[in-house]
């Protein structure tokens, strides 16, 4: 059997130079940098594009969908500003990756995927990177998943053209949801905070995700 080098060590130096790039384009919170830190993104890649893996760019990860830009993910995770005790849910699995930094910057995630071959691959990776406070579910995202409901933080991964409603239902007090809303091809990131019963909701960075397909999304 061949030993396998330890992600943690593997592409080391790319990882560093990648977190380089996402302080200099203004993350700054020191969790989330460790997060980059600890996160080998080139297993969340298909192999034929390893050598990018550590490029600051959205990468193709079959399916039609795409493993996101890390300073996109860097400046959502910073925008929710996380304390590590938090139960947090993500719409999107996709590839896993963003699951993982989520891994190590909160106490327990949840995240739905909708394409099954996707949510198996990330469910691999997940497990041979020993995440064990990750929960995954495959379906439709757009509802929620309100077992584990309330959520100090809900990330979307992908664009709608409204604010699922469900997804507001079911935030904690104080709690935060990002989700890219508009149109097919270009978006505004939304925050929205929970403050009793009413909500805060600003419009951030222009963004470009790739389409929430579902009841509360666009019709797949
Ligand atoms: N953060 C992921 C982004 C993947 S792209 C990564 O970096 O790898 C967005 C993902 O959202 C796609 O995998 C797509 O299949 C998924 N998606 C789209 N609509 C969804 C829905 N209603 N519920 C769950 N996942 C959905």
Avoid at 13 to 35: H, I, S
Avoid at 36 to 52: A, K, S
């Amino acid at each position: 059997m061949v030993a396998r080098s330890p992600a943690g060590v593997e592409m080391r130096g790319p990882r560093q130079r990648l977190v380089e790039q996402l302080r200099e384009k203004g993350v700054t919170d020191l969790a989330v940098l460790r997060a980059f830190e600890l996160t080998p993104r080139h297993e969340f890649v298909p192999t034929g594009i390893r050598h990018r893996a550590y490029e600051d760019a959205a990468l193709p990860i079959g399916n039609g969908q795409t493993i996101s830009q890390p300073s996109v993910h860097g400046r959502s995770l910073q925008l929710l500003r996380l304390t590590g005790r938090e139960r947090v849910l993500e719409i999107g699995t996709g590839s896993g990756y963003q699951t993982v930094l989520l891994s190590h910057l909160v106490d327990q995630v949840f995240s739905i995927e909708r394409v099954a071959p996707l949510l198996d691959a990330a469910r691999r990776q997940i497990a041979a990177l020993d995440a064990k406070n990750v929960s995954l579910l495959m379906g439709d995202g757009t509802v929620g998943w309100r077992e584990y409901a309330p959520y100090d933080a809900i990330i979307v991964s992908a664009a709608s053209p409204d604010v699922p409603a469900p997804l507001v239902a079911q935030l904690a007090d104080g709690g935060r949801l990002l989700v890219p809303v508009g149109g097919r091809d270009a978006q505004a990131l939304v925050l929205v905070t929970r403050r009793g019963d009413g909500y805060d909701r600003e419009e951030l960075d222009a963004v470009r995700f790739v389409p929430l397909l579902g009841r509360h999304g666009w019709t797949p």
